[in-house]
């Protein structure tokens, strides 16, 4: 199967550049896996599309403020963008401009209660940085670091929350899980009043999220690793919805991720926690999730990819198509599926 069999043609404009100040106010496309049916609905109506029994599997993490401007002893700027925690206060980072960037270089941010030094060079550039501050790491992020946007939206977030899911606690993506971006509280308190259960999950989302796949070949496609954490409450609770016959409805491409990636590690699901990079494209038999709650996605991405895999290449497509029709909003900050 080739990257191309996953292109369709996006005008520039319906790149969504800002959140809307309603969470739940989204456009939704409903979608039937089995027939490709589709039915143009508001957010909201993902409630009546859930039924009592079911279990809402939800990702939370909650994204760092992950880029850093800083200087160098010269006083030239740099900036950073903190990709992965390899251990402690050890993180992989892209560094710009990076070609001056050499192991045993140093830097400081703000007023100098945030310095670093690069160890060593790490794999497409990157750099193995070390941070050195007094206090908690995340609060100083707080204070000096701001939200890594996609480099697909151009516009200025001016409410930082906006790019946090409202459910979000666990630090550690350098990207949100744009798909529970939807939910507020109220719909999720008539949710759970609906008698459907909800279970937290965590994976920390990286930036291989915005990498195309450059090969022609999708199995030459090699993603990269993101960690996660599944505990035995979540197991609890999905492994009840499914013994009663109810459906574990995943949301967004990251609870897919991580539930298929903890199944396959054992005969049954188990709390576990490690890193995946688990590929999920046509072609694979999926061990948990029965629905997905999910944004648009970019042509050619492992993203459209996966979700093919739970409904049909040429019914997502098919969908795509009609989105773009009726000038749905894509991306991080745009409406979102349902595909049930």
Known sequence: ?????????????????TPLKDR?????LFMDKETGALRH?????????????????????????ARLFGRRRSGAAVEFLLLKRVEGDLWQTLVKPGKKARPGDTFEFGDGSLSAVIEDLSEEGTRLV????????????DRLGTMPLPPYIRETLEDAERYQTVYSNKYGSAAAPTAGLHFDEDLLGAIEEKGVTIARITLHVGLGTFRPVKSESIHDH????????????AVRKIKQAKSAGNRVIAVGTTSVRTLESAAGRHETLQACSGWTDIFIYPGYTFKVVDGLITNFHLPESTLIMLVSA???REHVLSAYREAVKERYRFFSFGDAMLIL
Not at 2 to 10: I, M, N, R
Not at 24 to 28: C, D, N
Not at 134 to 139: A, H, K, M, S
């Open 130 to 141: 070390r941070f050195n501050y007094d206090g908690i790491f995340e609060e100083v992020l």
């Open 41 to 65: 609905e508001t957010f909201r109506d993902v409630l009546h599309h859930l039924q009592p029994g079911d279990c809402l599997v939800i990702n939370d993490t909650r994204v760092l403020p």
């Open 222 to 233: 090699v993603m990269h690793a993101e960690y996660f954490e599944i505990s035995e409450d």
């Open 310 to 312: 739970l409904a049909g």
């Open 1 to 17: 199967m080739k990257t191309s069999d996953f292109y369709f043609d996006l005008p520039e404009d319906l790149i969504a550049q």
């Open 24 to 28: 739940a106010a989204s456009r939704l």
